[in-house]
Nanobody
């Protein structure tokens, strides 16, 4: 069983910063690509950023230059540093990971709310 647990969401004023963390736990061989997605009310879930086990990153255009994704492979953790936050960044943020157990599966965290006030 693989679990992803997020932390670090909250309420912040526009222009502020937050750091999200996500820890993968359970029985697995390796954690491959990890990332963050978000979903605002009435919208589809969208990609925010991803990072491979080798450190290659990918960002949505809307967050480039403001958000930074990183990971600690030894701890099976992924982080999202969010700076210069805007009201339109308000959403539930979900941790995502591709994990190898007896097969390669996609796993999601429970989500953490980020609210940016204007």
């Amino acid at each position: 069983q693989v679990q992803l647990v997020e932390s670090g969401g909250g309420l912040v004023q526009a222009g502020g910063s937050l750091r999200l963390s996500c820890a993968a736990s359970g029985s697995f061989v390796s954690v491959n690509r990890m990332g963050w997605y978000r979903q605002a009310p009435g919208n589809q879930r969208e990609l925010v950023a991803t990072i491979t086990s080798g450190g290659s990153t990918n960002y949505a255009d809307s967050v480039k230059g403001r958000f930074t994704i990183s990971r600690d492979n030894a701890k099976n953790m992924v982080y999202l540093q969010m700076n210069s936050l805007k009201p339109e960044d308000t959403a539930v943020y979900y941790c995502h990971a591709i994990v190898l157990t007896t097969y390669q599966g996609i796993y999601w965290g429970q989500g953490t709310q980020v609210t940016v006030s204007s």
